[in-house]
């Protein structure tokens, strides 16, 4: 809990465009910007398992998993693989069906220097060319977001 604390302390704007980044799959395969898929727009939600505000974004992204079918949705985290499976078995069951979301686990330890998250738990929306168009850390706005995917959509 001690990275939620120094992230809260810093004011920072987070990344208007999406970053270059370098993350792994939970299979261990490495996952980066070349990887994403084209013509999407992309949701990455920034967790730590522990966190009760993570938490509680996960369930109530959990509550929308149709709303989000349109994004490719990336929880990523610096926790262990079996500490992101859980968190996601209790808080997301749905969405960790859907094949649409995936893991990604920040071995390098560079999200926050990149995408400069606030606080925990940091969700960005970027359109498919990868322009900042929402970003929450605040989990009783999770609607926003959702709403925002679904004008996106239309």
């Known amino acids: 809990m001690l990275l939620a604390l ?3 302390s810093k004011s920072q704007t987070p990344a208007q465009v999406l970053p270059e980044f370098e993350c792994y799959r939970l299979d261990n395969n490495k996952f980066a910007n070349k990887d994403l898929p084209a013509k999407k727009n992309y949701l990455f939600v920034f967790f730590d ?22 994004v490719a949705v990336y929880f990523v985290s610096l ?3 079996d500490k992101m499976r859980q968190f996601m078995a209790t808080h997301a069951p749905h969405l960790k069906t ?5 893991l ?3 071995r390098n330890n560079q999200f926050i220097t ?6 925990y738990p940091a969700m960005f929306l970027y359109s498919a060319n990868k322009k900042l168009l929402d970003y929450e850390d605040n989990e009783e706005s999770v609607f926003r977001i959702v709403n925002t995917i679904k004008k996106e959509k239309k």
């Open 49 to 70: 398992s522990d966190c009760d505000h993570c938490q509680l974004a996960a369930k109530k992204l959990d509550q929308e998993y149709k709303a989000l079918q349109s």
């Open 104 to 106: 990604l686990q920040d």
């Open 98 to 102: 859907q094949k649409n979301v995936n």
């Open 6 to 8: 120094s992230i809260r």
């Open 79 to 81: 926790d262990s693989p």
């Open 114 to 119: 990149k995408f400069k998250p606030r606080r």
